[in-house]
Each structure stands twice: as structure tokens, then as C-alpha cells.
């Protein structure tokens, strides 16, 4: 029985330190959010630790090779002088793209934890899977799931956004056209 | 008649201009095998004029995603100060991986030419298509073999040294261990 309770406590806590790090990859996702990036962030742990962080500024850089991921994998690589991370878990706020998961088997990272799926171009799973293709050298073990409400929830919010503004763009759009209209109505009556 | 002359001549003119550009992707690759790194070279070209370069990088900035062709996107990207290159074309030494096929379709680029293909990681055919995936929002015009004897070669010499030094190395190794033994005896007698 005590051996039961202590099981319990144990994966308790394991989870509750899973959610943490990606309460840290969702405030990256929020910095992101607040620079007109989609919001995507990622940390990653290593010996109980976080040792690099990263969140999208493909925008910002102009350069689409600038995601969370990427930036958190050359951060981390980095800080340990390896191009290995062996022995390191990445927790990101969505599914890697084809571009991220190849960069995590290059780099070899243990762990992925991510919190939403991503069925557009997700490739742990959704579209293809990188993150364990039987004919590359090395798998990671994948965990979705973690948050994933917050995490979905910040990038509708973004979407969102964004087609409100395009609807407003486009209203002043018709706006200054109907404007011009005028103008060039008066001027040649 | 002249019709056909004149399409003969302007077609050896073209596949004269992808051997200039595959050559300069070549004199990248050198730079890499100088520096005793994976020799894959890449250029990236822009209205007939090479507009950034890259050479992998991996050993010397222990970081896994020095990939040529990563390098190449941003400094491309960078040039012309947009995420998108959707006018420029990738000349490669080999079949990009998961990683750079990925980028390559999220700078949404027009074309990709590689020399040789990678049955081991390539994924641009061979172990998946990335480039021209049925999910994705982008397709690759992609095309294969431009000078891919010059550049298979240059890779196997790169991994026919590494292993006559890793040979030379486990001698040394030996060597070395069997002096430990023979101290170690010697000073145990």
C-alpha cells in the first residue's frame, strides 16, 4: 500500500514538473504573442534544469528558419559546448515542424514534450514523423499533450487577431478606395 | 530547323549555368572538407547572380544546425530582407535532410537543385519528400545529378580518411594501452 502512495506521489510530481517547464515554454510563446510572432516558445531541461529558451521571431528576423525550437536547440548546444543534447528534453508549446523535428534528431535530443498537435504541418506524428522515422538514427520519445488548452488557446487568440485585422485592412482598404472614388468622381464631373 | 538549333543552344546554355552554380556549391563543400567538417556545400541564386553561400558547420560551431543550406537561408534571407524567397533558387552537393528540406519549404523557395542523393537522411525522395509533401502549402520544383560524381566523391573521401584515422587512432589507442600494461606490470613485478 505505502509502496502504492509513494508510486503516486512520485508521478504527481513528475507531472507537476512536466507542466512547469511548459509554463516556461508558454511564457516564451507569450513574448512572441506580444511581438506579433505566432506564438510559439520552447525550453530546454537539462539535469532538472532549464538552459536555453526560445520563442518565434520569424518576423522580427525575417529569416523562417528563426522558430522557438531552433533558437532553444542552438542556445542549449551553446551553453553545454556539444552538438549533442543526449541527454536533454525540449518542451515546446506546438507539434515541431519537419524543419524542428530534423534539428532534434540531428541533435539528439532525449525527450520532446510538446503541449498542442499541429495537423497543417506537425512532424512528430500529424503529417509525417520525423521525430521517429525507423530508417534515421536516432528516435526521441514523445509526450504530447501538456497544456495543450493554454497553449492552443494563445494561438487561436493570435489567429484570431490577425483575421480581425485583415478584416479591418480591408474595410480601410474599401474605405480608401471608396475615398479615391469620390475624389476622382468630383474632380471629373 | 534553326528552331530546334536555337532550343539545343539555349538548353546547353542552361545546363551550362546549373554546372557554374553547382561548381561554386563545390568550392563551398572544399571549404568544409578544409575544415574537416561533413563537405556539403550550398549557394543560393537570385536573378542569375549568387546572392549567399554556405558550407556546413557543425564541428566547428558544435551546433547541429550549421547545416550548408541552413546557412545559405539566412544569409539569403537576410540579402534580401524578406522571409520569403520565393523567386531563388538552392544549389546543394547533396540531397538536403528533414531539417533543411523543411526550411527550404518554409522560405518557400522556387527551386532545388542537389548533386548527389542521400539514401541515409535525404528527404528530398529518399527516405521521405518534404520537398513535395501533399500537406504542406509549398512544393519544391526539384532536380537531381548536377555534377553528383564530382560531389559523392569528395564526400567519400571525407569518410574514407575519417575511418583510416579513426584505424590509425584505435592503433594509437592500442598501442598506448598495451604500454599502460606493460608499466603496470613492470612496476606490480
Redesign the interface.
Known amino acids: 500500500m505505502q509502496v502504492r502512495l509513494l508510486l503516486g506521489a512520485f508521478l504527481i510530481a513528475v507531472r507537476k514538473r512536466h507542466i512547469q517547464y511548459m509554463q516556461e515554454a508558454l511564457k516564451e510563446a507569450q513574448k512572441a504573442f506580444d511581438e506579433d510572432e505566432v506564438p510559439v516558445g520552447a525550453v530546454i531541461v537539462y539535469k532538472d534544469r532549464i538552459i536555453s529558451r526560445g520563442h518565434n521571431q ?2 522580427r528576423l ?4 528563426a522558430h522557438a525550437e ?1 533558437i532553444a ?2 542556445g542549449a ?2 551553453y553545454l ?4 543534447l543526449n541527454a536533454a528534453s525540449l518542451y515546446v508549446t506546438i507539434e515541431p ?7 532534434l ?4 535530443i532525449k525527450n520532446l514534450y510538446f503541449a498542442a498537435k499541429d495537423p ?2 506537425g ?1 512528430c506524428g500529424s ?2 514523423n ?1 521525430a521517429n ?1 525507423k ?3 536516432h528516435r526521441i520519445k514523445v509526450k504530447s499533450g501538456i497544456l495543450k488548452e493554454e497553449c492552443s488557446f494563445l494561438l487561436r487568440e493570435f489567429f484570431s487577431r490577425i483575421r480581425s485585422s485583415r478584416r479591418a485592412g480591408s474595410r480601410v482598404l474599401s474605405d480608401s478606395l471608396a475615398g479615391k472614388k469620390k475624389r476622382f468622381n468630383k474632380s471629373t464631373k
Open positions: 520569424v518576423e525575417k529569416d523562417p528558419t531552433m536547440i542552438t548546444t551553446n559546448n556539444t552538438k549533442w515542424c519537419s524543419m524542428c523535428a530534423g534539428a534528431v540531428l541533435a539528439r497543417k504541418t512532424a503529417i509525417t520525423i522515422h530508417k534515421l538514427n
